[in-house]
C-alpha cells in the first residue's frame, strides 16, 4: 500500500510534464495557418467568383503575411504587417504586373477607421484548428453592417498580432472572423495550424514590384469589383 502511495506523486508529475510539453508544442512562434475564405455576399459577381477558397497566413518574430492567390497564379495579393516598423504592406500581382503599396500608422488607422464596431467578450469557447478559442461577439457602429462573431486563440505565441487590422483591441491570433473588404463580406476559418520554418522572404517584397500609393491600390481593388 506504501509503495502504491509513494507511486501516486510520480504519476502526477508525470501527466504535469506531459500537458506542460503539449502546450509548448501548441505555443509556437513561427508556422502557418490556414484559413478557408467563404464569400457572404455579392452573388453572381464574377469577382466574388474569382475570390480564392483559401488563405495562408505566415509568421515569424510577431511578423505576418497572409497570402490570397487565384487559380493559375492570374491573381494575389499579400499584406505583410510588420509591428517593428508599424507598417502594414499590400503586395499584389495581376496577370505579368507587380504592384507594392507601404502603408504607414496613419494609413492603417484611417483604413481601420472605416471599421468601428464594440467588442463584447463572452464565457463560449469552442476548438478550431486544435486551439481553444475565445468567442467575442462583434456589433458595428455602422446600422447599416450586420452583427457577428468572432473568435481568437491565445495558445500561439505571437504577440500583438492584430496590430494593422480593425481587431487590434483582441489580444490574440484570429482563427475565425469576417471582414469587409471593398463590397464583399469575407469569413476567415482556420482549418490547420503547421509549425515550420518560415523564410525572412516572406516578410518583405522583390525588386521587381512597382511601387505605388495606397490610393492606386486601393483604386485596383476598386476595379476588380
Known sequence: MKKKLRAIPIVVCFLLALGCQHKSEKFISEGRIEYSVKVLNGEGN????????????????????????????????????????????????????????????????????????????????????????????????????????????????????NFANPFNKIDGVLMEYQIKKLAFELRFTATSVVQEDIEDENFTYTSDHKKISNKEMNDIFKDLQ
Open 46 to 161: 464574377m469577382m466574388a467568383e474569382m475570390i480564392p477558397d483559401k488563405m495562408i497566413f505566415k509568421f515569424k518574430n510577431n511578423k505576418s503575411c497572409a497570402t490570397m492567390s487565384a487559380e493559375m497564379g492570374l491573381f494575389s495579393a499579400s499584406f505583410i504587417a510588420n509591428p517593428e516598423t508599424s507598417t502594414n504592406t499590400v503586395c499584389m500581382k495581376l496577370l505579368n504586373k507587380k504592384m507594392v503599396a507601404i502603408q504607414n500608422t496613419f494609413d492603417i488607422e484611417r483604413e481601420n477607421s472605416e471599421f468601428q464596431c464594440d467588442f463584447i467578450p463572452t464565457d463560449e469557447t469552442k476548438i478550431i484548428a486544435g486551439y481553444k478559442c475565445f468567442k467575442v461577439h462583434v456589433k458595428p457602429k455602422n446600422k447599416d453592417q450586420s452583427e457577428f462573431d468572432i473568435y481568437y486563440t491565445k495558445e500561439l505565441n505571437f504577440k500583438n498580432p
